[in-house]
Nanobody, 123 residues
Framework: QVRLVESGGGLVQPGGSLRLSCAAT????????SGWFRQAPGKEREFVAA????????SYADSLQGRFAIIKDNAKNTVYLQMNNLSPEDTAVYYC????????????????WGQGTQVAVSS
């Protein structure tokens, strides 16, 4: 089984950027579709982005308006989430996920989750 460890969260000012990392250990992440989700205080967990196992297709939440990018580096066994032009509404705990079903732009979460990394956007 693959174990996922997120890093890269922190406090950033509005308009700033962060890159989150999701390192896979104990097994290769190469065979897995992967995604990112987030959960803001008092809200349900929501989909952010996903990528197919072979990097040929990505999908994003409509609300992101092209500000985020998901990258999967199979050689480094890591999935990244590049976040640009951050706003306070992006404040949340961000979770990495792997092993999900991905078809026609739709990603259903898989069984593998990381522990989450906190992102806070504030001036």
């Amino acid at each position: 089984q693959v174990r996922l460890v997120e890093s890269g969260g922190g406090l950033v000012q509005p308009g700033g950027s962060l890159r989150l990392s999701c390192a896979a250990t104990d097994a290769s992440i190469s065979p897995y579709n992967s995604g990112w989700f987030r959960q803001a205080p008092g809200k349900e967990r929501e989909f952010v982005a996903a990528i197919t196992w072979n990097n040929d297709t990505t999908s994003y939440a409509d609300s992101l308006q092209g500000r985020f990018a998901i990258i999967k580096d199979n050689a480094k066994n890591t999935v990244y989430l590049q976040m640009n032009n951050l706003s306070p509404e992006d404040t949340a705990v961000y979770y990495c996920n792997a092993g999900g079903y991905f078809r026609a732009g739709y990603y259903r979460q898989g069984n593998y989750w990381g522990q989450g990394t906190q992102v806070a956007v504030s001036s």
